[in-house]
């Protein structure tokens, strides 16, 4: 169950509903977990928590406001140079 602790943080939810017939998917939402679990860097969004319950899996992020995707397509002449270091290093 997730942990009291996100009661005074914001966060985002992941959700999965767990398909028994998709192994493929199954390995690779299992292999995106064990990645972020690993991948500790200011550029990576932070895995706080993954739980399962009733059949799905759920995972916890810190809460960013827009992902590399939104900012590519708000930006759709290119990034800044300056900016653009900031999510590559």
């Known amino acids: 169950m997730l942990s009291n602790l996100y009661l005074y943080f914001l966060v985002a939810i992941k959700k999965f ?14 292999r995106e977990v064990k990645m972020l679990r690993l991948l500790k860097y200011k550029n990576i969004v932070e895995l706080k928590e993954a739980f399962k319950r009733k059949g799905r899996l759920y995972l916890v992020f810190e809460y960013i406001e827009k992902n590399l995707l939104e900012v590519l397509e708000d930006n759709s002449v290119g990034i800044d140079p300056k900016r653009l270091r900031l999510f590559i290093y």
């Open 17 to 30: 509903k767990e398909s028994e017939e998709d192994e493929i998917a199954k390995k690779t939402i299992m």
